[in-house]
């Protein structure tokens, strides 16, 4: 059974700092991995998607990053603004034709001014 | 605009009154899916419809009803409500086989049964 894990559960940085969102699956063989950004009382929006034979995904000041074999992803935010505080959840979906999304807990992002 | 609607966005309800959240999108997605959120649990998949007519259980479908009658809508339908599904819901819906697999996500429905 799939098992996406996020790690930290929570983070707090000050403005303008660089950091990286951690995502780690349990079972390799997935189609795609996705993150999604979601703000306090709203639904998620889909932040960026890698296929699983790509290795990175950039939009930006956003670069989320692949490791299949080793069950990883990375988000990296660059510069990051107090917009950016939101929990940030990623969701991988399996082989095998299915469109069923498995997702982590999330990381709970807190951009202080 | 494309988009994937709920109704109601906040809901307060009594243990076994029966309540329908009703979800629609405007894209021409083959595939919908409920899920709910809940604090340490994260989302999980309550059911999904690969097409019309054409449904099937996720992760936590016990207590839930869906209908996928038309194309556009995928109601979730809760016969008897209990306490134990206060949570939050969404609904999300993503064009079968696409190579993006984007899904798109609802705003959510926040039900409380008391």
């Known amino acids: 059974k799939q098992e996406v894990t996020q790690i930290p559960a929570a983070l707090s940085v000050p403005e303008g700092e660089n950091l990286v969102l951690n995502c780690s699956f349990t079972?390799?063989?997935?189609?795609?991995l996705q993150w999604f950004r979601q703000d306090p009382g709203k639904g998620l929006t889909s932040l960026l998607l890698i296929q699983s034979s790509q290795r990175e995904q950039t939009s930006g000041r956003l670069n989320a990053s692949l490791d299949k074999s080793s069950g990883r992803s990375t988000l990296y935010i660059a510069a990051s603004q107090p917009g950016d505080s939101a929990t940030y959840l990623c969701?991988?979906?399996?082989?095998?034709?299915?469109?069923?999304?498995?997702f982590g807990k999330g990381t709970k992002l807190t951009v202080n001014p | 605009e494309a988009q994937v609607t709920q109704n109601p966005r906040y809901l307060i309800t009594v243990t076994g009154k029966k309540l329908t959240v009703t979800c629609s999108q405007n894209?021409?997605?083959?595939?919908m899916s409920w899920y709910r959120q809940d604090p340490g649990l994260g989302l999980r998949q309550i059911y999904y419809?690969?097409?019309?007519?054409?449904?099937d259980k996720g992760d936590v479908p016990e207590g839930y009803k869906v209908s996928r009658k038309e194309k556009r809508n995928f109601p979730l339908i809760l016969e008897s409500p209990s306490p134990n599904q206060t949570s939050l819901y969404f609904c999300a819906s993503s064009p079968r086989d696409s190579l993006s697999g984007t899904q798109y996500f609802g705003p959510g429905t926040r039900l409380l049964v008391l």
């Open positions: 419809s690969m097409n019309v007519e054409v449904t």
């Open positions: 969701a991988v979906r399996r082989q095998g034709g299915s469109e069923k999304l498995v």
């Open positions: 079972d390799s063989a997935i189609y795609n």
């Open positions: 894209m021409n997605h083959e595939y």
